[in-house]
């Protein structure tokens, strides 16, 4: 029945407050959407804030987890599925998860979202497998309209709020080819999703991913009908290492040293450029480390120095 649930305008509660997955990035309940130019690590962001989610583990040192998901479904097409594990399981070692994450990935080929019996059939696992949060990386393979049409993205967006019913939303979605270059004014982070207008006004909310000068380096702006709006957040991804981001800030003596208690038998080399910082710096606050014997060194396999937590063995 199409009509099954009208609520009287008196019994609505506009003191209701949205509900969080992860508060001010990921709503419980809604399509959120991640959006970025190719290469951009969009989707290292998505597993990121899924691992996160499941962990309870604050993300950027502000954003609380507040209803973690229970049953993830991951739905990808582009990489591989033992891609996806591997680089997951750094993430969930980092953070400390060690239980069996509740997370399911398929590759759906031939699945659209405008397909209706398709959402239909998806919909029906969703319910069936108890899933509560379904990722979707990228849009772009998960439907055959045109992404300029209004009238063909609407199926999209339709389907996309249907499942959104039953189970909360993390879309990737490439950013509008026209949004980062260089010379042009910034647009809205609603903007800078790819496509008819239909896209962006279906988003609950919508981060933007832009790299800045070294391939760590990223800024994170995000936009949503409720919460806050952010323009400028600074993150670092530990590339081929714990995968995890993090916050951007001053270069510490301790922050050097929890790396190196995690990350053992780096050189200063290493640290710099995993840290996104000058090495110059580094070596400073490594030295300073070895003088109040927080740190270690030995000589490594190629005659580099090499850094520990000190009495490790």
Same mark, same amino acid.
């Given at each position: 029945?199409?009509?099954? /649930? ?13 509900? @969080? ?20 690590? &969009? ?13 309870? &583990? ?5 954003? $609380? ?17 033992? @891609? ?9 070692? +980092? ?16 699945? &659209? ?90 988003? +609950? ?13 990223? /800024? ?10 952010? $323009? ?12 995890? @981001? ?32 000058? &090495? ?34």
């Amino acid at each position: 029945m199409l009509f099954r /649930k009208i609520i009287p305008y008196t019994e609505i509660d506009p003191t209701e407050e949205a509900k @969080w997955v992860i508060e001010g990035l990921i709503q419980k309940g809604g399509v959120n959407f991640i959006t970025g130019e190719p290469k951009t690590h &969009k989707s290292f962001l998505r597993k990121f804030l899924v691992a996160s989610a499941l962990s309870g &583990k604050t993300v950027f040192d502000q954003f $609380d987890v507040r209803e973690p998901p229970q049953r993830v479904l991951t739905l990808i097409i582009e990489d591989r599925i033992a @891609w996806e594990r591997r680089t997951m399981d750094c993430m969930f070692d +980092s953070l400390g998860y060690l239980l069996d994450p509740p997370i399911g990935v398929c590759k759906p080929f031939g699945f &659209k979202l405008n397909n209706s019996t398709h959402i239909k059939q998806l919909i029906a696992l969703v319910k069936r497998e108890g899933y509560d949060f379904v990722t979707i990386d990228p849009l772009i393979e998960f439907h055959s309209a045109d992404e300029n049409n209004a009238s063909e993205m609407s199926a999209v967006t339709v389907a996309l709020h249907q499942l959104a019913q039953f189970a909360t939303l993390l879309v990737v979605h490439h950013s509008a080819k026209s949004q980062n270059r260089p010379g042009m004014a910034q647009g809205s982070v609603e903007r800078s999703l790819r496509g008819s207008g239909v896209i962006s006004g279906a988003s +609950s909310l919508t981060m933007e991913l832009t790299r800045i000068g070294l391939s760590a380096a990223h /800024k994170l702006r995000k936009s949503g009908k409720e919460t806050e709006s952010l $323009d400028d957040i600074k993150l670092l991804l530990d590339i081929n290492d714990t995968w995890c @981001w993090e916050l951007e800030g001053a270069l510490t003596p301790e922050r050097v040293r929890s790396y190196i208690l995690g990350h053992p038998g780096l050189t200063t080399g290493d640290l710099a450029r995993r840290l996104g910082k000058r &090495k110059e710096l580094v070596v400073e606050i490594v030295e300073e480390l070895l003088d109040c014997d927080e740190i270690a060194k030995a000589e490594g396999p190629r005659q580099r120095q090499e850094y520990f937590p000190f009495n490790s063995e």
